[in-house]
């Protein structure tokens, strides 16, 4: 396994935002607009950490994290969320969500809990 982050979510100004910030603490980032892109790069790249926006276009990130534990049960996955649906979380930590970090994303809770996954 390597130290690859994937970033996915549909809204570029995020994906960015949170690629340059992992970037600059000397991660392997890379990063997916869809939850269809997602599972190609997790299928070639096979990421350590994902870091998973729940509401996208097409494949949400509920389908695409059940996917991704289907086809590598030891890539941690990180749900981002805009809003507290407690549905959802539990949905998610039953699919086996390592985590959840809640947008607007503050860049102190977004290192700590990446780093704590990746180091786990």
Do not use: C, W
Not at 56 to 81: P, Y
Not at 93 to 108: N, S, T, V
């Amino acid at each position: 396994m390597n130290d690859k982050l994937l970033i996915v979510d549909d809204e570029i100004d995020v994906r960015e935002y949170a690629a340059n910030f992992f970037s600059k603490r000397k991660i392997d980032v890379l990063t997916a607009s869809s939850g269809e892109e997602a599972i190609k790069i997790v299928i070639s790249q096979q990421p350590k950490v994902v870091l998973l926006d729940i509401k996208m276009e097409g494949m949400d990130g509920v389908e695409a994290l059940a996917r991704i534990r289907g086809l590598n049960k030891q890539i941690k996955v990180i749900m981002v969320t805009g809003k507290n649906d407690e549905e959802t979380v539990l949905k998610t930590k039953e699919l086996g969500a390592a985590d959840f970090i809640h947008k607007p994303l503050e860049l102190d809770e977004l290192e700590k809990v990446v780093l704590r996954i990746f180091n786990k």
